[in-house]
């Protein structure tokens, strides 16, 4: 393979030329103690940095970046560090979701704009993962992507707990009066106890796993806990790698094939991932110019058994279990059979070749491919009548009862609504019927939130009823579980059937035969969107506003239609 020169490098245009424009360049590193050596003629890696604050899933990014810079000096590049918007999965509202593409775009426009050869993406928390890959695909420099990690496992009284998935179960115990108001507030401090992600197989894990599938991450990278020694030497591996990548010209183009998508999507459903990893991977199957759909999903997790013995998907173990029992590089060893193997990777090597020694210490947390949890993967797609473009259920998270069930509707406007009804005990509502909410999709949301995993009512609660059919345009925390219907598509803000369902329908769930069925006449519904009006627009003016006029449906990624494809940007002129 032929090695670039100093002078094909993309920063060259910045500091290698003599004219005015490079004298500034090179005189205004100069001012900040750097020698002309420190930066001339060596691949410039901008690191895309998460940090804040409030990025408590990041919180150890400040000191990782460093440790990224160390690996870049050390094989002759030159680091700098550009902080981007970090998505907060827990304080920005009314959804991360909302935000991802702002990462997305500001990803890649960071890329375009600096004088960068190559990029380090650090990520981790849910919607960080697919923004950053997002743009860094559509910036096209060589990338590496460096995972936060899992955080450490919670502990509470001695059990161990789960971020997010024991905060649903242990709030449904609350509201059903099992546990005491000063129990739920003293588990607050044990449930999250490091700096790293969400510590089930949620949508952090999940998407941390599928960009490591995809071949964007050094080996075994996904797995290890936040705070594990590892995690800094993996940090700094990943900035040895991505000087040579620079080097070598190892774009994503050049990585990425349908073979690496089918990985990752197998991988998610092997792993009974986080059904958010849907609208994530076609987004970012179709900034690279590569074929994803419903379908495709719905035919790869049909095919591939779920080997992920993890919460919320099992009741016992979490991630830190899962890198002990051998991590990422053992879990998809064991899901070799149904890999594409000869797909590339950032090492230069093959995903097969990534693969070869790696051993599997627990196997009831990897699963054998003749023993697995569920034999399918852990989602299911599903059409009808109520959802023409499409629908998904986590099937490993359901109760499997329900997975076939016809019920009554009991419908809900908007959240507000939801919230001010759900625990009225003159609610008419049984554990047959389904609770439907719409106004939660990614115009009516707006982002999609995560509302899908609709509380059971409290008076249910009180009954033992601790699952029931549930149904929106929302998604779900990748933590939690249950029998929710999500992304239906078209979502209700933009007259999807969905916005048409009265209380008192009967509603026709059938997983096993893929299908979602509003049980009235057509001409009834034919009536209902007769006089069916669109809702009033709400936002006027600024991202909200740019996120209304242009965001995709959830089948279509979420993406917004001037980012998800089109010709390259041109470089930018420098005058």
Not at 48 to 59: E, G, Y
Request: glycine share 10%.
């Amino acid at each position: 393979m032929r090695r670039k020169t100093p002078e094909q490098l993309r920063s060259h245009r910045w500091f290698g030329v003599d004219d005015l424009r490079a004298f500034g360049h090179r005189s205004r590193l100069l001012q900040t103690g750097l020698s002309e050596e420190d930066f001339r003629g060596k691949p410039v890696i901008g690191i895309i940095n998460t940090w804040s604050d409030l990025s408590v899933c990041h919180a150890h990014f400040r000191t990782r970046a460093e440790e990224v810079k160390r690996g870049v000096w050390q094989a002759g590049g030159f680091p700098v560090e550009l902080p981007a918007h970090p998505v907060t999965e827990q304080y920005q509202k009314p959804t991360s979701m909302l935000y991802r593409n702002l990462l997305a775009m500001e990803t890649e426009e960071l890329a375009r704009s600096h004088p960068c050869d190559g990029l380090v993406l650090l990520g981790g928390c849910d919607k960080t993962p697919p923004a950053l890959v997002m743009g860094a695909l559509s910036a096209g420099l060589p990338c590496i992507f460096v995972p936060a990690g899992p955080m450490l496992s919670g502990n509470w009284h001695g059990k161990k707990l789960g971020s997010g998935s024991d905060v649903w179960k242990y709030h449904a115990e609350l509201r059903a009066g099992n546990i005491s108001p000063a129990q739920w507030k003293d588990m607050e401090s044990g449930i999250a106890r490091s700096f790293g992600t969400c510590m089930t197989a949620g949508t952090a894990a999940t998407m941390m796993l599928a960009v490591e599938a995809l071949g964007l991450s050094l080996p075994g990278a996904s797995s290890i806990p936040a705070a594990d020694a590892a995690h800094p030497r993996m940090a700094t591996a990943a900035g040895r790698r991505i000087v040579e990548m620079v080097w070598e010209d190892e774009t994503p183009a050049r990585i990425l094939s349908q073979g690496s998508v089918d990985n990752a999507v197998t991988a998610t459903m092997a792993f009974g991932g986080s059904t958010n990893a849907i609208p994530h991977l076609i987004a970012m199957a179709r900034r690279a110019g590569l074929q994803l759909d419903l379908d495709r999903f719905d035919a790869i997790s049909r095919r591939t058994p779920l080997i992920a013995n993890l919460r919320p998907n099992g009741d016992t173990w979490l991630m830190e279990d899962f890198f002990y029992a051998g991590g990422a590089r053992a879990f998809l060893a064991r899901l070799a059979p149904h890999l594409d193997l000869s797909a590339r990777t950032v090492t230069g090597a093959t995903l097969g070749e990534n693969l070869e020694g790696a051993e599997i210490f627990n196997e009831e947390i990897i699963r054998p491919l003749d023993r697995p949890l569920q034999q399918e993967g852990g989602v299911a797609v599903l059409r009808g009548s109520l959802a023409p473009r499409g629908a998904v259920i986590k099937t490993s998270a359901a109760d499997p009862r329900l997975l076939t069930h016809t019920g009554p509707a009991v419908v809900f406007e908007d959240y507000n609504d939801m919230n001010a009804r759900l625990d009225d005990p003159a609610l008419e509502v049984t554990a047959d019927s389904v609770l439907v909410l719409r106004q939660a999709g990614p115009k009516g949301g707006p982002g999609m939130p995560e509302w899908g995993m609709m509380p059971i009512p409290k008076k249910l609660l009180q009954q033992g009823v601790r699952d029931m059919v549930r149904l929106s345009d929302a998604r779900m925390s990748g933590t939690s579980y249950g029998t929710c219907v999500l992304h239906v598509a078209p979502e209700s803000h933009v007259g999807g059937p969905l916005a048409l369902v009265r209380t008192g329908d009967l509603i026709r769930l059938d997983v096993p035969k893929r299908s979602l069925d509003l049980l009235v006449e057509p001409a009834e519904l034919e009536r209902r969107r007769a006089a069916w009006t669109p809702p009033p627009p709400r936002y006027a003016r600024g991202w909200t506003a740019l996120h209304l006029a242009h965001v995709r449906q959830a089948d279509e990624g979420c993406d917004y239609d001037f980012l998800e494809h089109g010709p390259a940007t041109p470089e930018p002129e420098i005058h």
